[in-house]
């Protein structure tokens, strides 16, 4: 797989991110843990440092050293099958390290359940942790249709928020600002979205585990001019690989969906598994999360609670075979691989009717493959590559 | 009750009731049983099959047996319908995967606000939306109905009370206590009620013995599992789903008053300011306790993550604890084991 040459311009942004992060105290600022899910345009004019315990995990993981972590929280009596980004968040928090040295301690936390109630109980317990305030916005499960009372209940909540923040910072909230955060974070989704779209050229020009790593700036950044600027540099790259005719998989002949959030510890044995069957991943529904904001500025408090209400695990299974159902289609792929991911209830469960509804209606064939994100030690790694070559030899024929 | 009690059969109970009336299954104890029963269905909460093979092929093994056993009730044993309210993760999924599979006439899922105090003006109107949608099946539910329905169940959450201060007197055995919740869940409340009277007038408590234990947890599936406990000792509090956390009553007679109830409700799946530990004390204290066991399912993420700081105020407070997590098929001989272990403990 061709790296991008974006990657390096990305692993400077990150981390300056966490750099900012690690000097913020010492700069007077505060330090807010944010929950991936949570309005941070909120939290943006008031010019606080926002960290994201999940990315964070996430990059333990991808160093191996989620296992690690996860064991220091079952010592501590939080048992094996609760999230792993929650546990490898509580290892590296007690033991005070991480491949980046461990994340600041917060000032506040905000966190939202819209992705999951695993984020209530894991920041609940942070906030216990660190004696700081947790603001907290209940966004109510999507079963049908959003309901009006529902967005009002956000709100409220959200306005209560600017409040708590207010109090917090010591400053005002500065509307102008705020208005400005969500126009950049607008069109951060925007580039955003047009990044994977480039996924439905063919061949395509990357892979999702370009996306995957790609996704920290929308996920961690989303609202500033630098993350603007990242992806307005990454999409000319893309560009230039479709005129030049650069694939991210040579000689790109099954082209697959992905669902659930990446196995981080084997992303790059999985990558080029794929790539030996010159199988290309164009588009999955995890970074995709990221590209449906539909932010209306003009009415900012109530579009901003629709849209965080909306988000992808805030969905029924229907809604959810809705966007699956689309990206088959636009991306055109031949097949679809679930990660069925041990540590993420709101995701996995559901996946085996979802397979089987998938399909019934587009008639692709969908393979199930079982591990979890963070926490290599339940990986069969072995039984894995069996089950996906099986998959992929026969997609080939 | 206590000829009625023992001589019980709900299976057969709802067999007859299926005959003359609707049923719908419910799952959580925040399911506004008071709106179904003012559209003349019977709610009835389900505990699920024993064995679980077909819900295998909707739920991962990762899921907790909880889910899967009810779903294996849907799959083989449908009601008229089911109300799913929004618990935890599993249960917000597991609702998605029961309409999928599971034939009724009728689903729904109330959307609990997590902050139940806050959220009292949006749980209200939530509460509305059902009662509508319950209306388009049943046929209007007036303010009446609602207002008799809701009497008729605090008049029995104030017997079920009654039972809770006389097994606080003497020792009333937590397997009684809990065919008597599930009687309650499963029956026609004013059915249940004329039982639950007869049963406190003969009930005659007998003195404690040691050790004394409280129970943590959320549903007891398995009566079996309190049977054992009690060859070893005597629960004389619980703090379960199917047990005390069921008893509050409604204040005032209307959906608003359903909605504030739920406030004085604990439950991990919601935003808990205050942990349950310093509680769990008091009640230690209050009945005299010698111990705490807490009973979990494995994969239940919610009362999972709230164990751990139980866990860690009983330990500072010197109370011993025992955790039991029960799997799909929980083995009877490793439970008594462990069981017996921590009552000749606390016996010392
Ligand atoms: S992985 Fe799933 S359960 Fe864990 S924090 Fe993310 S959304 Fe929540
Ligand atoms: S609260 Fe726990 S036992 Fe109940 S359905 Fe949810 S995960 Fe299962």
């Given amino acids: ?397 | 009750m206590k000829a009625a009690l023992s001589t019980l059969d709900l299976q057969n109970y709802l067999g007859q009731k299926k005959k003359i009336m609707k049923i719908f299954a419910h799952f959580c104890s925040f399911t506004p049983e008071e709106i179904l029963h003012a559209a003349g269905i019977l709610p009835v909460r389900i505990f699920g099959s024993h064995v679980i093979e077909k819900a295998s092929a909707h739920l991962q093994s990762y899921c907790c047996s909880y889910a899967k056993r009810v779903l294996e009730e849907g799959l083989t044993r449908p009601l008229d319908g089911s109300v799913f309210v929004h618990s935890c993760d599993t249960m917000q999924r597991l609702s998605d995967i029961w309409g999928y599979s599971v034939k009724e006439e009728f689903h729904e899922t109330l959307v609990l606000p997590v902050v139940i105090g806050a959220g009292i003006e949006y749980l209200t109107k939530e509460l509305d939306r059902f009662r509508k949608r319950v209306e388009v099946f049943s046929g209007e539910i007036s303010d009446n109905t609602l207002k008799e329905s809701i009497s008729i169940y605090n008049e029995n959450r104030k017997l079920l009370q009654k039972l809770y201060e006389r097994r606080k007197k003497g020792h009333i055995s937590a397997v009684v206590v809990d065919k008597v919740m599930k009687a309650t869940m499963t029956m026609l409340k004013q059915e249940h009620t004329a039982l639950l009277e007869e049963f406190l007038e003969e009930v005659d408590p007998r003195e404690y013995s040691h050790p004394r234990l409280i129970l943590l947890g959320s549903v007891t599936v398995d009566p079996y599992v309190l049977e054992i406990i009690e060859e070893y000792g005597q629960i004389s509090y619980d703090d379960l789903c199917t047990g005390s956390r069921y008893l509050p009553l409604v204040e005032e007679l209307s959906l608003r008053g359903i909605a504030q109830r739920y406030q004085s409700m604990w439950c991990p799946c919601r935003a808990v300011s205050v942990p349950r530990g310093p509680h769990i004390l008091d009640k230690i204290k209050e009945y005299e306790a010698d111990g705490v066991v807490l009973l979990l399912h494995k994969f239940c993420e919610p009362h999972l993550f709230e164990a751990v700081s139980i866990k860690n105020t009983l330990r500072e407070n010197g109370y011993p604890c025992l955790q039991l997590e029960l799997e799909d098929q929980p083995s009877p001989e490793q439970i008594r084991t462990r069981v017996q272990a921590f009552c000749e403990m606390l016996e010392g």
């Avoid at chain 1, 109630?117 to 249709?145: C, M, Q």
Wanted: proline share 4%; aromatic share 10%.
């Fill in chain 1, 1 to 397: 797989m061709k790296k991008l040459n974006t990657y390096e311009n990305l692993k400077k942004l990150i981390g300056s991110h966490y750099m900012q992060g690690k000097t913020a105290h010492f700069f007077n600022q505060k330090v807010g843990w944010v929950s991936s899910g949570a309005p941070v345009e909120l939290l943006r004019p008031f010019d606080v440092i926002t960290l994201y315990p999940e990315n964070h995990a996430s990059i333990c993981g991808a160093a191996k050293q989620g296992s690690e972590f996860c064991e220091v929280a079952e010592a501590e009596g939080f048992s094996r099958d609760l999230c792993s980004y929650f546990r490898c968040d509580r290892g590296s928090t007690l033991l005070g390290t991480s491949p980046i040295g461990g994340l600041p301690r917060p000032d506040f936390l905000f966190g939202c359940n819209n992705i999951c109630g695993t984020i209530l109980k894991w920041y609940e317990i942070a906030s216990r942790h660190y004696d700081v305030p947790f603001l907290f916005v209940d966004t109510p499960f999507v079963h049908t249709a959003i309901t009006d009372h529902a967005v009002e209940y956000v709100t409220a909540q959200l306005q209560q928020a600017v409040e708590s923040l207010e109090s917090l910072t010591g400053r005002e909230f500065d509307e102008q600002k705020f208005v400005r955060t969500l126009e950049l974070s607008k069109k951060c989704v925007e580039l955003w979205t047009r990044t994977l779209e480039f996924g439905a050229y063919k061949p395509s020009p990357l892979t999702c585990f370009d996306a995957f790593t790609q996704m920290a700036a929308i996920v961690s950044l989303r609202g500033t001019q630098e993350a603007v600027t990242h992806y307005m540099t990454l999409n000319q790259e893309l560009e230039s690989r479709v005129q030049k005719g650069i694939a991210a998989v040579e000689n790109e002949n099954i082209r697959l969906l992905w669902d659930n959030i990446p196995v981080w510890y084997a992303m790059r044995g999985l990558s080029e598994l794929f790539e030996k069957y010159h199988a290309c991943l164009v588009a999955d529904t995890y970074t995709n999360a990221w590209a449906s904001a539909a932010l209306d500025t003009g009415n900012p408090m109530e579009s901003l609670a629709r849209n965080y209400l909306e988000i992808y695990l805030n969905i029924s299974m229907d809604l959810m075979l809705e966007r699956i159902v689309a990206l088959i289609h636009r991306f055109d792929v031949d097949g679809m691989v679930m990660h069925s991911n041990r540590s993420c209830k709101p995701y996995s469960l559901g996946q085996y009717d979802l397979a089987r509804c998938i399909k019934e209606e587009t008639g692709i064939p969908v393979v199930i493959i079982e591990a979890d994100m963070v926490d290599s030690r339940v990986y069969a790694e072995e039984q894995m590559r069996t089950r996906i070559e099986a998959f992929l030899e026969s997609l080939g024929e």
